[in-house]
């Protein structure tokens, strides 16, 4: 069997003898640059300055606080903001099973006529 790239699918395609053994036409490309879509052009890689990060890293300090051993687990060890988050996903998640589970039995019930 022949086979052949498809430009189309950019995959190889079975194809006859003649087919195969043809060249595929392809567009002329032009060497040109494009023109500059913006009015100032990009920076090289080789022009680029590296910045310095003028934060702390507070990385291990966030470690060390999360994987303190006090009992509590580590989506409520920030305190107030993790537990109203924690109550508002558990509600909605609780509200919304309930609103399923209604919602279920009323579509398995007959229509009265």
Same mark, same amino acid.
């Given at each position: 069997?022949?086979? +052949?790239?498809?430009?189309?699918?950019?995959?190889?395609?079975?194809?006859?003898?003649?087919?195969?053994?043809?060249?595929? /036409?392809?567009? /002329?490309?032009?060497?040109?640059?494009?023109?500059?879509?913006?009015?100032?052009?990009?920076?090289?890689?080789?022009?680029?300055? /590296? =910045?310095? =990060?003028?934060?702390?890293? +507070?990385?291990?300090? *966030?470690?060390?606080?999360?994987? +303190?051993?006090?009992?509590?687990? /580590?989506?409520?060890?920030?305190? *107030?903001?993790?537990?109203?988050? =924690?109550?508002?996903?558990?509600? *909605?998640?609780?509200?919304?099973?309930?609103?399923?589970?209604?919602?279920?039995?009323?579509?398995?019930?007959?229509?009265? +006529?």
């Amino acid at each position: 069997m022949y086979y +052949k790239f498809s430009g189309f699918t950019q995959k190889l395609a079975g194809a006859w003898a003649s087919e195969a053994y043809s060249p595929q /036409v392809r567009p /002329v490309v032009s060497t040109e640059a494009p023109p500059i879509i913006f009015a100032t052009p990009t920076k090289l890689t080789s022009d680029s300055t /590296v =910045y310095d =990060y003028a934060g702390k890293n +507070k990385v291990p300090e *966030l470690q060390k606080f999360f994987q +303190k051993a006090d009992g509590v687990p /580590v989506y409520l060890k920030r305190g *107030l903001p993790d537990q109203m988050l =924690y109550r508002t996903t558990m509600a *909605l998640t609780v509200g919304g099973t309930i609103y399923c589970l209604i919602a279920l039995y009323m579509a398995s019930q007959p229509k009265n +006529k």
